[in-house]
C-alpha cells in the first residue's frame, strides 16, 4: 500500500510552501493566519477562501485522478474503504469540506452550493490533470453534478453514490422548518431524518454516521439543506455526455427506476444511504469500472 500523502499532492510531491504560492498566485486562496501549513493527523489542510480543508490523497497511477466527495453531515473518513480499493489503479483524493469532519469553519457561513463547487475547483486545480472521475455521495453528488455543469471537460466521468435527485419541493420546505426550530429542536429533527436513512444499515455505519452529524455545527447542515432544496441535478447534467455510474439504495431507487440522469445503475438492497460503509466492496467496485481504460 502507498503512504498517504498531504492534500495537493503530485506523482512527484511538490513542496507544501510551493503549493500555497501556487494557490496565492492564483488569486483563488489565501492562507488562514491561525493554520500551520503542516499535515493533519490524517492528511494535510489546503488553504481556500474563508477557511481550510483537510484531505488525503494516496496512490500514484497515472491517468485521471479520482475525487470522492462526502454528503450532508460526513467526513472523508466514510470513503476509506474507497481509498484503499481504488488506489493502485488511480491516484484517489478525498477531503472533509467546509465545516465538516477536520476542515474549518467559514466566517461569513458560506456553505452554499457555489462556494463548495469552487472548493472542489481549486482541488481539481493541483491535481495537475486534464480531467478527474468525480464520486459524489448524496450531497456531495449534488456539488460534482454542479462542478460538471460548469466544467465538462474537466470531467472523465461521474459516480453518483444514492444521489439524492430532484427534492427541491420537500427540501424547501424543510429548510424553511429548519429555520424555525430551536438548536435541540433542530438537532432532534436531523436526528430523526437521519436515523430514517440508516434503516437497514450496520450498527458500526449507524455509530459513524450519527457522530459525523452531530459533531457538524448547526450552520453547515442548514445551509446544505438549503443548497440542495434549490438544485436540480438533471437539469445540471443535460449537457454531460461523460459516463454516469449511480450506485443506488432502497432509500432512493423507489422513487424512480433508473434515477435520472444516471445512465448505468448498481442496485444495492438491505444497506443504508450510506452504501460505501455498508457494502463498501461494490462501491469500490463501480469506482473502478468508471477508471478511463480500466474496462
Not at 454542479?146 to 471537460?153: D, I, M, Q, S, V
Not at 459533531?215 to 434549490?230: E, K
Request: proline residues 9%; hydrophobic residues 45%.
Amino acid at each position: 500500500m502507498n503512504r498517504p500523502r498531504e492534500m495537493g499532492a503530485s506523482p512527484h510531491p511538490v513542496p507544501w510552501p510551493a503549493v500555497v504560492a501556487l494557490l496565492l498566485g492564483l488569486g483563488c486562496v489565501h492562507l488562514p493566519p491561525d493554520v500551520p501549513d503542516s499535515d493533519t493527523p490524517t492528511g494535510g489542510r489546503l488553504a481556500v477562501a474563508d477557511g481550510w480543508l483537510a484531505g488525503i490523497v494516496r496512490g500514484t497511477a497515472p491517468g485521471a485522478p479520482v475525487v470522492l466527495v462526502h454528503g450532508f453531515g460526513g467526513n472523508r473518513h466514510f470513503f476509506d474503504a474507497q481509498l484503499a480499493a481504488v488506489e493502485d489503479h488511480a491516484r484517489v483524493i478525498a477531503y472533509d469540506q467546509r465545516g465538516c469532519g477536520e476542515s474549518s469553519l467559514a466566517p461569513r457561513k458560506r456553505y452554499d452550493l457555489d462556494t463548495l463547487v469552487k472548493d472542489l475547483s481549486v482541488i481539481l486545480d493541483l491535481t495537475r490533470s486534464d480531467q478527474a472521475v468525480l464520486v459524489g455521495h448524496s450531497f456531495g453528488a449534488d456539488v460534482v453534478a454542479r462542478y460538471t455543469a460548469l466544467h465538462p471537460e474537466r470531467v472523465a466521468a461521474l459516480v453518483l453514490i444514492d444521489p439524492p435527485g430532484d427534492l427541491r419541493p420537500q427540501l424547501a420546505a424543510l429548510a424553511t422548518e429548519l429555520t424555525t426550530l430551536d438548536d435541540a429542536a433542530f438537532r432532534s429533527k436531523v436526528d430523526a431524518l437521519t436515523e430514517k436513512l440508516l434503516g437497514d444499515g450496520k450498527p458500526e455505519t449507524r455509530e459513524a454516521v450519527l457522530a459525523s452529524v452531530r459533531a457538524t455545527p448547526r450552520d453547515v447542515l442548514q445551509l446544505m439543506v438549503a443548497g440542495m432544496a434549490s438544485f436540480d441535478p438533471a437539469a445540471a447534467l443535460a449537457g454531460y455526455e461523460g459516463p454516469i455510474r449511480c450506485v443506488v439504495t432502497d432509500h432512493t431507487a423507489a422513487r424512480e427506476t433508473t434515477p435520472a440522469p444516471c445512465r448505468t445503475v448498481v442496485q444495492l438492497h438491505g444497506v443504508s444511504h450510506w452504501p460505501m460503509l455498508d457494502a463498501p466492496d461494490p462501491v469500490s467496485q463501480a469506482i473502478d469500472a468508471a477508471l478511463p481504460g480500466r474496462h
